[in-house]
């Protein structure tokens, strides 16, 4: 892989509930086969109407949702709940959104991102006839770190993980442990032409090593098992 090249789809519009997502992006974007598309979870919710109505007026009105939508209460500080979701997610209140969503509404999870991917990855092949892999991406916090970053919470046809256990390094000694998440690494690449505010839900990532295309899944495969994560 000498490049890869990163597009934002314009011109999508509004997303309402019931809205076919692969035909929208389909025409909105001039695809390519092996291209690999970056959709924000948010016009995923708003298709598969993931929508709550909340009080306007209580900013704290949507509280109620993150303990219904936790598995797990895992921190509270003040007004900030870190949680696990039922899709094995540990993330700020549930991932429970209020941006990009109408006032009085806010947008909850998809019920399986990985589902959402494959439904969005083949209706653009039986519409367009092109074979792309797809990626849902969501905002998340990371522990120890200051800032937010876009990760994967669903994906089709392309490995979540490179596993590079086994191979050389560039002094020939053999990895051991290395395995490269390399959906996360694209939605947070991704998120650079998309932005917050900017309106572009949906960018190409183009130009991705063919060896990265495969089946997977974020919840199986991403998604530490509790006994192994040594911070629960």
Not at 213 to 228: L, T
């Amino acid at each position: 892989m000498d490049s890869l090249t990163i597009i934002p789809i314009t011109g999508i519009g509004e997303i309402g509930v019931g809205s076919d997502l692969a035909t929208i992006i389909a025409d909105a974007g001039d695809l390519q086969d092996g291209d690999v598309l970056v959709v924000t979870q948010k016009i995923v919710s708003k298709a598969e109407n993931m929508l709550v109505e909340v009080d306007p007026t209580n900013p704290l009105s949507h509280k109620p949702l993150v303990e219904q939508e936790s598995v797990r209460i895992l921190r509270r500080r003040g007004e900030l709940i870190i949680s696990e979701t039922k899709h094995g997610f540990v993330c700020a209140n549930a991932g429970i959104d209020l941006s990009n969503v109408e006032h009085g509404q806010a947008a909850l999870l998809p019920e399986d991102s990985d589902r959402s991917a494959r439904r969005i990855r083949n209706g653009i092949k039986g519409k367009a006839g092109i074979d792309v892999a797809v990626i849902i991406s969501d905002t998340f916090g990371r522990p120890w770190r200051r800032g937010l970053t876009d990760v994967a919470i669903g994906c089709s046809g392309i490995l979540p993980i490179a596993d590079l256990r086994g191979t050389a390094d560039s002094y020939g000694r053999e990895l051991q442990v290395t395995e490269v998440c390399i959906v996360d690494e694209l939605a947070s690449a991704a998120e650079l032409v998309m932005g917050k505010s900017t309106g572009i839900p949906v960018a190409i990532v183009r130009g991705v090593d063919p060896a990265w295309f495969g089946e997977g899944s974020v919840r199986d495969d991403i998604v530490r098992d509790p006994a192994d994560d040594l911070f629960r």
